[in-house]
């Protein structure tokens, strides 16, 4: 099953990326004016051969939104409902048919909550595309691990995937690599978390999702997204003003970490995707189209954890070891409706009024930060790390 899957999945890819040298298209969008974001989103779509490019007629195309939460929209944690409506009439406008789908970070029950709390379902109705749940699994085996993807994201002719721009405290960044992680649904996350708690391990397996799902496209959501302590409720709102296009996820991705100020090996999970042969992570081998001035985003808030990867390696793998991250509750915001409990891979939130975690079996993925709805839980670093100022 594993080989001629992602036999499949590069097939998809390279047809996209066919005869185009890597290519990211930027352009100015401030609002979530529906005009103005269809304008946007065909704006940069044009230089890179607008959606006809990409949707034949008679195709099912699904998108792949960033639905990690319930989050109000005015915290720049999901992908907007705009622009999930203008890509999905985009997609049927040139014969496809539209689903719209994703998985939350809690249990598969909660699909529907978050589908319809993010404004999906009513974005989808409105242009005529179809939702989709993600309950059922494929099973695949990948790069000596076992992967559970839901069986959607495998069964449509075309992946178009639509991440927002974030910070992120563990991984520095999520884009578009990042995004797909949710193909994998619910709370089988846990089971990649646990096995692979590390940045570099878990960048491993991000790079393992993108093969096996290589979307054909992609258009991130940087109207609003976040800076600081992101990808949750825990990170803050930043209004980076823009859409941003590839059929090249990873060079996508190397424009944006750029943009946002990080150097080249500092997001470790591009250098491990560029390392497989799964695209480029050098920003000088990337054409960037349209409007450059979109990707100006000035001074940020950038997760401290950043300055960890500049170290040399002789230091950064002692100080790997000694300075961690891990969860801090704060029970004066807890309201113990458990989601984080749900989500923990390594078992270490008990809920009775209120959730308590136990750190000597936390592993630091920090998916209850991620999925809290109060903000209750944030990242606190080792004393290590706070007395070398790599934390906070
Ligand atoms: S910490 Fe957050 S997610 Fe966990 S029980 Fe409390 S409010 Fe819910
Ligand atoms: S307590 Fe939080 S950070 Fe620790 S393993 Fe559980 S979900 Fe991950």
């Known amino acids: 099953m594993d080989r ?7 097939r998809v890819a390279s047809a996209s990326l066919q005869g185009h040298p890597p290519a990211v298209s930027a352009v100015v969008c401030e609002t979530y004016d529906l005009e103005q974001v269809r304008r946007a989103v065909t704006t940069a779509l044009a230089p890179l051969g607008g959606m ?9 195309v699904l998108l792949k939104p960033n639905l990690v939460s319930a989050a109000a929209l005015d915290r720049g944690v999901t992908t907007h409902p705009a622009v999930v409506e203008v890509v999905a009439g985009l997609v049927q ?19 529907d909550r978050v589908l319809s709390g993010t404004g999906m379902v009513d974005a989808a109705e409105r242009a005529g595309a179809q939702i989709v749940r993600f309950d059922g699994v494929a099973w695949i085996r990948h790069g000596g691990a076992d992967y559970f993807v839901a069986r959607p994201v495998l069964d449509v002719d075309l992946i178009i995937n639509l991440p927002k721009l974030k910070t992120h405290v563990l991984t520095l960044y999520t884009g ?18 646990c096995r692979a708690p590390g940045v570099i391990d878990f960048g491993q397996a ?3 999702v993108l093969e096996l799902v290589r979307p054909g496209l992609t258009i991130m959501d940087g109207i609003l997204g976040q800076e600081g302590n992101g990808p949750g409720v825990g990170g803050t709102p930043h209004p980076y003003g823009c859409v941003v296009a ?11 970490a750029r943009a946002l100020g990080y150097r080249t090996g500092e997001v470790v999970y591009l250098e491990q995707a560029s390392a497989r042969g799964l695209g480029v992570s050098d920003p000088r081998a990337v054409q960037i189209l349209g409007d450059r001035a979109a990707l100006d985003f000035g001074p940020l808030d950038l997760p401290k954890s950043h300055w960890y ?3 040399p390696g002789w230091i950064s793998k002692p100080v790997h070891r000694g300075a961690t991250i891990r969860p801090r509750l704060s029970a004066a915001a807890c309201v113990g409706c458990g989601r984080c409990v749900e989500v923990c891979p390594g078992d270490a939130i008990a809920l009775e009024k209120q959730a308590t975690i136990d750190l000597s079996r936390c592993i630091g993925c920090l998916c209850c930060a991620e999925i809290c709805p109060q903000g209750a839980i944030e990242p606190r670093w080792s004393l290590l790390a706070r007395l070398i100022g790599i934390g906070p």
């Open 246 to 256: 590839s059929a090249d996820p990873l060079a996508l991705d190397t424009v944006v």
């Open 176 to 193: 578009a690599i990042k995004n797909l992680f949710g193909v994998i649904p619910g709370t089988r996350k846990r089971e990649v978390h």
């Open 309 to 311: 990867f500049r170290l």
């Open 52 to 60: 006809k490019r990409f949707v034949r007629p008679g195709m099912s």
């Open 93 to 111: 406008e040139a014969g496809g048919m539209a689903l719209v789908g994703d998985s939350p970070g809690g249990p598969i029950a909660d699909n």
């Open 206 to 208: 991000l790079v393992d």
């Open 4 to 10: 001629s899957h992602t036999e499949r999945a590069a």
